[in-house]
């Protein structure tokens, strides 16, 4: 022990001694070395708090599993309205208008009609679609599995009508709406591909019913583009490689 007496605390200066562990510590509180060496200091419970923590605590006013929102989350609703009731129909989000495609459809059979340029002109493919597959259908009854062939046509001679059109006219066209107007005018050529399924179309009444049928898809298609992209005057040159176009399906039908 003598050894620690003798040792220089430099580091830090306390009146704490290695003797005093041989006096007996009261620690019940009546009083003793404990007490004496050590009542004048005051110890702190709480220790050192930050003054941020030191606010007062807002009571949870919320449920169990039901936490209060502090943010309105965006639904689809904020965009529709409150309920469901205003939301568009899903015909409607998927730009599919049945007055649209019966008013088309009408400008078609009736070639004398005037065609509206503002419904002409948008891009509707739901009703080519439909045109499509049922003069493949009706080719199929006849016997010809062409759908190949219709598909491959209508793509070559709408990307050629699309830079046709492009050239001649000062606003331009887009592609769908190009394809959008030939599909609806293959109409009557679903007529001519019908009545291949009852009677021959190679005989003399045949070739003045498939030249019919060119001259009415050509001149409705000619008339719709005409409408739709302002191009008074113009029609013969439009109609020209339309009727080259529909004449192909022809003697698809014919053939």
Do not use: R
């Not at 003399?204 to 583009?225: E, N, P, Q, R, Y």
């Amino acid at each position: 022990m003598s050894g620690f007496d003798g040792f220089n605390t430099d580091f830090y200066q306390t009146s704490y001694s290695i003797d005093d562990q041989t006096q007996a510590y009261d620690y019940s509180g009546s009083g003793g070395a404990y007490n004496k060496q050590y009542s004048d200091y005051e110890y702190s419970q709480s220790g050192f708090v930050p003054p941020e923590m030191m606010q007062q605590q807002q009571p949870y006013t919320g449920q169990i599993y039901q936490p209060t929102q502090t943010y309105t989350p965006t639904t689809a609703q904020s965009f529709y309205g409150s309920n469901f009731e205003d939301e568009p129909p899903l015909l409607e989000e998927l730009g599919i208008n049945f007055d649209h495609i019966w008013q088309k459809t009408l400008t078609v059979l009736h070639p004398l009609k005037v065609a509206d340029g503002s419904i002409m002109n948008e891009t509707d493919l739901a009703g080519p679609m439909v045109f499509c597959l049922a003069f493949g259908a009706t080719l199929l009854l006849a016997g010809k599995i062409q759908f190949g062939y219709v598909y491959g046509i209508s793509a070559i001679g709408c990307l050629g009508m699309f830079c046709l059109l492009n050239l001649m006219s000062m606003t331009g066209v887009s592609f769908g709406c190009v394809a959008s107007v030939l599909g609806y005018c293959l109409l009557p050529m679903i007529l001519l591909s019908s009545f291949a399924v009852v009677f021959s179309l190679q005989g003399m009444m045949g070739v003045i019913l498939t030249a019919g049928i060119i001259g009415w898809c050509s001149f409705s298609a000619s008339k719709i583009f005409i409408s739709a992209l302002a191009m008074e005057g113009q029609q013969l040159l439009v109609a020209y490689p339309c009727a080259l176009l529909y004449g192909v399906f022809a003697l698809i039908s014919v053939f």
